[in-house]
């Protein structure tokens, strides 16, 4: 069997699974389940929405609960490192044929949108607003005391070509489980953030989303859930476990569906896999509980191999018909050639990446024109010696363009050194099809947290 192909360096990098959204039919008997038994802290309540996380998240949200007509999932969620990988993203995205969106989320950095090979909606971002981890709030301890997101179990009609889509992202196969008789690939595992997977992609009735998985402080702790499920009055939702995966992953695991349905696994830890020369660990289903045969001897129920949450129908609709935003990435790859510029010295590739009418606005105050600044470099009378850009976003209408960030130079100015940490505004024009920069302003900044790579 061919293993889907992994992009090693994609130029975009992808951290985390990090949340999804779903909706529910009643917002209270939602709350009940999920803040009072499996222990969430509300990070904001309104009338039709409530935005959850664990305790031991800063993220704003990893779970947010919305009240709508029909109840599904609308999105599963993915971080990225900064905010310009979206744009690398986008571009990819295009590339392959799949769509690409951008919107705007509550309490969320600039998203896109898009759908996997199999449709279910995905969301990337950058950011989200920052809350209080409450690791130490042991007083906010309740039921499962659920700690993080970590993954999500998505069905699709075919495994390989989902498996190869989220390969092209720079996700990482881990484990697979194959069919004794077919040999196709009916369980892909695959990673992003140093462990078993972010995203397992199972052979099914796709797409739907099976469950997500967080986790729990301790082992006693899928004892301690099942314990306040059933004193809550949700015995009847405690539906798999407390149990152990002889298999993939090998986690301690208890699954429980919410009011609506919804399936969350709660586990305690899995290992660490990050080392590329360790192969993709191969199972066979006949080998795991799947089949009865595999650790305890348990079968999972009837439940667990059939139902699963359908993506809400305008979730998919949504992305069907939306383009990408090429312009924002030519502008950053136009930024790059720039800094690229800078620290070879290069004044040629300099001018060429500078209007005409170019304006440097130092962040001493002191204007310097287009000549002037790429004689300094060419004259040796200022030397850039490192250029580190970061949290670097971009914008483009037509053939005007910006782009905001941070920006850490180390010069040597007349022989003598100096580094300079700045945030920047930028001001660039399409001439020709080709992306200029026509004014630079930055200011100084202290920045004891500094995003700057
Ligand atoms: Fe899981």
Known sequence: MKLPEVALRPEFLITRASHVVVHVA??????????????????????????????????????V??????????????????????????????????????????????????????????????????AERFSERYNQYRGAAVQRFDHVQLLTDDVPLNASFYGSMGFRLTEYVEDDDT??????????????????????DGPRLHHFGVLVPELAGLFRAADVAASNGFGANVEYGPERHFGPSNAPFLYLRDPD????????????????????????????????????GTTPPASWQEDATAFVADAVADVSTTAAEPQTAALLRADDER??????????????????????????????????????????????????VGNRSAWADGSVGSIRGDVVLELEIQGEARTLDLAFLAVWHEVDGRWVLREWASVPVRRPDSTVR
Request: proline fraction near 3%.
């Open 339 to 388: 800094y690229a510029a800078l620290r070879s010295g290069n004044p040629a590739a300099l001018a060429r990446v500078l209007d005409d009418g170019y304006v440097h606005i130092h962040s001493s105050g002191r204007t310097e024109a287009k000549e002037s600044f790429v004689d300094s470099i060419r004259s040796g009378r200022v030397s850039y010696r490192e250029v580190r």
């Open 261 to 296: 349905g919804h399936r969350v696994e709660l586990f305690t830890d899995h290992y660490q896999s990050m080392d590329l020369e360790v192969e993709p660990v191969r199972w066979l289903k006949s080998s795991l509980s799947l089949s009865g045969t595999g650790g305890w």
């Open 183 to 204: 040999g196709s690939m009916l369980f892909a595992f695959m990673q992003r953030k140093g462990n078993p997977h972010d995203v397992a992609i199972v052979s099914g």
């Open 65 to 130: 609960l919305r009240a709508a007509g029909e109840i599904g999932c609308a999105r599963v969620g993915f971080r990225v490192a900064m905010d310009e990988d979206l744009d690398y993203l986008a571009e990819h995205l295009t590339a392959g044929g799949h769509p690409a969106e951008w919107v705007d989320v509550p309490y969320q950095g600039r998203t896109l949108h898009t759908r996997d090979a199999s449709g279910a909606p995905l969301e990337f971002c950058a950011s989200m607003d920052v």
């Open 26 to 63: 009643d917002l209270e008997a939602s709350r009940a389940f999920w803040v009072d038994t499996m222990g969430y802290i509300p990070s904001r309540e309104e009338s039709d929405t409530l935005y959850l996380r664990g305790l031991g998240e800063t993220a704003h949200h990893s779970l």
